[in-house]
């Protein structure tokens, strides 16, 4: 039977209300059982998004599972009054995932990102993963993705990551999960800092919850981005409002 967490409702998104372990388990045993599983990793720009288009809020909705990526989802939980344990990130999730395949001898399909970037990670994941077999890997770049969607279903990974961002990831997985039976993950700009192409956060900014502050000094063409998580917070104090009233 797959595993169920309880969730707690942020705008209408429906995240997990367990530890970055617990969650690994469930995923690790149900790839193992090559059962059909979706997951998204939801940061505030993704929830503001989806209150914006009702179609990619239900996406969200039918996902097996949805994790609190980044501490405003943590800080959103808090002010309707519900404590999630931790953030439960694309990045982490990824990696852990490719350590425990490697450990399992399972299989992965990677899509997405630039094709120097594809380059970059092909000899890291060799590497680093040898007892991981991978089944592709393609850059973001494509116009039909129907192609690589019959390359995945010929070759049956146990798990599929597309790196395309959001809301067209969550889109092909929702409509080509049904032709691979494992796990369908979107993690948007991952492979960039995997590669090593993109730096992540010293530990200090992870830490101290305040990646999106390095991110924001690293690439300040980001501020736009950055105002999803203000306008996310006043949604979120609005949305207790409402259920106080």
Sequence with gaps: MATTFKTIEILQVPF???TQRHFLKAVETRVSQRENIFVVTANP???????????????????????????????????LG???????????????????????HKSAYFVGAKQ????ALTPI???????????GMRNGYFNDFAPIAADIA???PDMVFLAVGFPKQEQLIADYRHQNNGLWMGV???????????????????NHHIEWLYRLLSEPTRFKRMLALPRYLRAVRRQKRDELD
Excluded at 116 to 119: A, G, L, P, T
């Design 16 to 18: 997990i209300n367990t």
């Design 188 to 206: 948007g700009g991952s492979f960039d800092v995997l590669s090593g192409m993109t730096k992540r956060a010293p530990e200090f900014f992870i």
């Design 125 to 135: 994941i060799a590497h680093d993963y040898p007892n991981l077999t991978v089944k």
């Design 116 to 119: 120097e970037v594809i380059d």
């Design 82 to 104: 519900t404590t999630l344990p931790e953030r439960i990130t694309g990045y982490d999730v990824l990696v852990d995932l490719l350590k425990w395949g490697n450990d399992a």
């Design 154 to 156: 010929e070759t049956q």
């Design 45 to 79: 720009e993704i929830v503001m998004y989806a209150q914006t288009d009702c179609h990619y809020l239900s996406l969200l909705q039918n996902a097996d599972y949805v994790t609190p990526d980044g501490i405003g989802i943590i800080k959103g939980a808090d002010i």
